[in-house]
Nanobody, 116 residues
Framework: QVHLVESGGGLVHPGGSLRLSCAVSGSTFDIYGTGWSRQAPGKEREFVARINWGLDSTRYADSVKGRFTISRDKAGNTVYLQMNSLKPEDTAVYYC?????????WGQGTQVTVSS
């Protein structure tokens, strides 16, 4: 079993920055990738970013490319999402996920609100 706990959400003004953290614990040996998705009110959950644990390769949604950066602290199995130049349309609940050969695990989510 894998457990994910997100933190770092909050209220920020447009143009501001936030860093989300995702603590990954449990049976992490078989995890090969972690990522972030988000869900805004009335919309479906959408992909934001992903990092491959073996190669440290990354992938981003077009809507966040150049503004968001996903990274990983290998020692502590913590995954980060640095979000810069935030826009009101980035407002959503952000979910961390981790994938092994059997399934995808999800955290409980953290709220990010971008508003003046």
């Amino acid at each position: 079993q894998v457990h994910l706990v997100e933190s770092g959400g909050g209220l920020v003004h447009p143009g501001g920055s936030l860093r989300l953290s995702c603590a990954v614990s449990g049976s992490t040996f078989d995890i090969y990738g972690t990522g972030w998705s988000r869900q805004a009110p009335g919309k479906e959950r959408e992909f934001v970013a992903r990092i491959n644990w073996g190669l440290d390769s990354t992938r981003y949604a077009d809507s966040v490319k150049g503004r968001f950066t996903i990274s990983r602290d290998k020692a502590g199995n913590t995954v980060y999402l640095q979000m810069n130049s935030l826009k009101p349309e980035d407002t959503a609940v952000y979910y961390c996920n981790a994938q092994d050969v059997n399934r995808i695990y999800w955290g409980q989510g953290t709220q990010v609100t971008v508003s003046s």
